[in-house]
């Protein structure tokens, strides 16, 4: 070896001991819904819901593939945000082995647009993705479609077949959106085991006429349903025909559809499950009711086993009708009157005071302010002073909203839950 040739030695340096810590915990999916939150550039979403990790709620943001490897990784983390993403429906399919055995999904659509002022000047997106989520749980039980208060959007043919093919328990669809009335009857049809359905403001149209056949839902215990026009009767009764033994929540509702029902028609459809019932309520149109008080008075003189109560004021105007109804309605909790926007829902102190007299159940009781305007200082001080001497909560000003942008009734939060 020459001298000018240097030998070079190589050092080993000694492996580091092993780390005696804890490795450190994922972050809990709380705090990554709230990351996601705040990198989703959508500020029309709702996140005030409450964190629910038992239910697994699935919908799709506008968000990169990575957020869908942390959705993987985080089973019980909520993804919420606009439908503009429904393309990563495969990519969450196969990675999110939650999905395969989620039995609740909570399908959101939004419209992604930034200025609130600005949402009915941009088309919602369709909801044909979805039924590629549905076909990815085949062990689902309860769907609930939360879409947008707008009337241009119609359930789409792969996710009506989609829904077809599943054993459902629980349906809801929160807002408006149309369906052809025909594809409706199937789904009833195929979903045997039916508990609850909640379609309160589903706009349903028929191309042609339609024989229909009695439904049988013998586990049926809540209904939803609009309750309008003569057009909308013949299904509303295949599924009362039966009168389905354990129905106990049934609500109407008359928002989007202006016409005055057939009084015989509505009575008869109730009638079958009048006796059964614990819950009833009648949302009607505040600009124009539908119902009349004297198709109401048959209808609730039969409800005997009634516990909550919400309906039009315009409905019990009469003194006479107050007393009677009070006489039925012996285990009645919760009472809302709510305003029909014209001079007939007036109701007088003095018909409140008999409610409070004759009703000794009554725990609950909700009043429009609209309704007060007739009232003075003294009679709604009396009506407070009843109401505080017989351990009864008074509520005011519970009514549903118009939303001039939306160019719709908006709902406040359910009376019933």
């Known amino acids: 070896m020459s001298t000018n040739q240097l030998q070079l030695t190589p050092i080993f340096l000694p492996r580091p001991a092993p780390s005696t810590r804890p490795p450190a915990p994922p972050l809990p999916s709380e705090l990554l819904f709230d990351i996601l939150r705040l990198a989703t550039t959508n500020t029309t979403c709702d996140y005030s819901e409450p964190f629910d990790p038992q239910q697994t709620r699935v919908a799709f943001s506008g968000v990169c593939r990575g957020w869908n490897r942390v959705a993987a990784a985080q ?20 990675k999110h082995a939650k999905l395969r055995t989620a039995k609740t999904l909570h399908l959101i659509i939004r419209d992604g647009v930034q ?36 009337d241009d959007l119609e359930l789409s043919r792969p996710l009506l077949e989609t829904l077809q093919k599943c054993k459902l328990s629980s349906f809801e669809v929160s807002g408006v959106c149309a369906m ?89 459809l109730v009638d079958g499950v009048a006796p059964q019932l614990h819950t009833f309520s009648y949302q009607d149109d505040p600009r124009q009711p539908s119902l009349s008080r004297w198709t109401f008075e048959p209808i609730v ?3 005997t086993q009634l516990k909550v109560l919400a309906i039009s004021a315009h409905l019990i105007r009469a003194s006479t009708f107050l007393e009677e109804v009070a006489s ?25 005071l008999v409610f409070l007299e004759a009703l000794p159940s009554l725990r609950l009781l909700h009043l429009a302010e609209p ?37 719709t009734w908006v709902p406040d939060e359910d009376l019933v839950k």
């Open 115 to 150: 200025d609130p002022e600005r949402r009915t000047e941009v088309p919602y997106e369709r909801c044909d993705g979805f039924a590629e989520v549905i076909e990815a749980c085949p062990k689902v039980r309860h769907v609930e479609l939360d879409i947008p208060y707008r």
């Open 180 to 268: 052809p009335e025909q594809a409706l009857q199937r789904l009833l049809k195929a979903w045997r085991t039916l508990k609850q359905l909640v379609i309160p403001h589903l706009r349903l149209h028929c191309y042609r006429p339609q024989l229909y056949s009695p439904l049988s839902l013998p586990f049926l215990r809540r209904l939803d349903f609009p309750l309008a026009s003569s057009n909308h009767q013949p299904l509303l009764g295949n599924l009362l025909t039966l009168s389905p033994p354990n129905l106990r929540i049934f609500r109407a509702h008359a928002y989007h559809y202006p016409f005055f029902v057939d009084r015989e028609a509505a009575a008869s």
């Open 328 to 352: 039925k309605l012996v285990h009645l909790e919760r009472l809302a009157l709510l305003d029909s926007d014209r001079l007939t829902s007036y109701i007088s102190a003095d018909s409140v």
């Open 301 to 303: 003189m039969r409800m």
């Open 371 to 407: 309704l007060l305007r007739f009232w003075d200082d003294e009679e709604w001080d009396e009506v407070c002073e009843k109401t505080g001497a017989k351990g009864i909560e008074l509520l005011e000003d519970w009514q549903p909203t118009y939303d001039e942008d939306l160019n």
């Open 75 to 94: 089973p019980t983390l909520v993804v919420k945000g606009a439908g503009q993403a429904l393309r990563l429906a495969s990519v969450i399919r196969e």
